[in-house]
């Protein structure tokens, strides 16, 4: 495999966790196969760091203690996909600067790029409307001098071509707007409302690391990771009743958040009585979350196939969670996105030792080209992941 294989590879696999150039989550990954000199030793790290630290390796060992965070483990990729993600780890260069001249993202780069072209449109615009008056100008003349009389001027707003030339224009720009518009219509990427509760996953999944199975059960078992329970949240809470001891929390538009107080507003929806420590079920109701990711009614997604069959990181989908206090939606959820995932995700697929899921074993036609070299590894695509059927009812 080479570097391009690889970069598709870190976008899906370790993007939300760490960067070539700057530490993340993790460690920043330019130079790992330097500080890490022994091939096997990085690829049993990938695929199952638990078993690395516990043989207790000295690099590795003050990697985890600086970190404090467990590395994601995939045993299902491969040598030849672990060495060619540090390939292009490897081979990329850093982004320039901002600065005169310089882009910071590929949004900025894209919107450069659209102004540049409706420019030169504009200039070739101006010049065609110039050589139209040069040639009506010349005509004219020549008109004077073999004596034919000149035809009465004709007003700008009657001239049939500047008309229909107006019209193109004006139906191309609208074309244009209603197909963005409608690609865009449902799409919220960024969306980040305001909830009734201050929800700091920031606080509990990143500093307390909070596994996420423990709020969000079902999210390995059921199409739905489902909001989690007042009671779920009361299993600490009942206990822990005021914020004093972690960071200031501040809400997207700078203003302060009381911790303390965010706490009283979780009693207030259960009807807990913290001087008493008792319940008054009458004074609680429900909490009105707002929904974040949205999709629409005729796509079929299932949280159990992607994170226990697919073996997806929530951070795939949902981007750095444990670093946000505020949720936002972080990935598009658009089609284009779904099957460009499917497209370079690898699927579990059992080796020759049968490890891997079972379930794949029925694919015989896959198992031969792994065998004869055809294939190096089975994307979801290959198991029909791209095909209409598959998300749309």
């Not at 570097?3 to 700057?22: E, I, M, R």
């Not at 219509?185 to 996953?201: A, D, K, V």
């Amino acid at each position: 495999m080479f570097a391009q294989d690889g970069k598709a590879l870190f976008q899906t696999n370790c993007a939300s966790c760490h960067s070539p150039f700057k530490q993340i989550i993790g460690p920043a990954l330019k130079g790992a196969v330097d500080r890490i000199p022994d091939k096997n030793l990085l690829h049993d790290w990938v695929r199952n760091n638990t078993k690395v630290l516990a043989s207790g390796n000295p690099y590795f060992t003050g990697l985890y203690n600086q970190f404090k965070v467990p590395m994601n483990t995939f045993p299902s990729m491969t040598n030849g996909e672990i060495d060619a993600i540090f390939k292009y780890v490897e081979a990329a260069q850093p982004p320039p600067p901002p600065g005169p001249g310089n882009t910071v993202d590929n949004k900025e780069q894209e919107s450069d790029n659209t102004l540049l072209y409706g420019i030169l449109t504009l200039i070739l615009a101006i010049i065609m409307f110039v050589l139209l008056q040069v040639n009506s100008s010349l005509k004219k003349l020549s008109d004077d001098k073999e004596g034919i009389p000149a035809a009465e001027p004709v007003p700008f707003y009657r001239n049939k071509a500047y008309i229909a030339m107006l019209i193109l224009v004006v139906f191309v720009a609208g074309g244009y707007l209603v197909v963005e518009g409608a690609i865009g219509l449902g799409r919220q990427q960024g969306y980040q409302p305001e909830q009734p509760i201050f929800y700091s996953h920031k606080v509990h999944a990143g500093i307390n690391q909070i596994s996420c199975l423990y709020c969000h059960s079902n999210a390995m078992d059921s199409r739905h990771a489902t909001v989690p329970p007042l009671n779920v949240c009361m299993n600490c809470h009942a206990a822990i009743n005021d914020y004093t001891k972690g960071p200031q929390l501040y809400r997207e538009d700078g203003s302060k958040v009381d911790g303390t107080a965010e706490i009283q507003k979780l009693y207030s929806y259960t009807g807990f009585d913290p001087k008493t420590n008792s319940y008054n079920l009458a004074n609680a109701k429900p909490v009105q979350w707002t929904k974040i990711h949205n999709l629409p009614d005729h796509v079929f997604f299932s949280h159990a196939q992607h994170t226990k069959a697919g073996q997806v990181q929530c951070q795939t989908c949902h981007g750095p969670i444990q670093e946000m206090d505020e949720v936002r939606q972080f990935a598009p959820l658009s089609m284009g996105w779904c099957i460009n995932c499917h497209r370079t995700t690898k699927v579990n697929f059992p080796d020759s030792s049968g490890n891997g899921n079972k379930f794949y074993s029925i694919y015989e036609r896959f198992h031969k080209d792994l065998k004869n070299g055809t294939m190096d590894s089975v994307t979801v695509e290959n198991i029909g992941g791209t095909e209409c059927q598959k998300c749309h009812y």
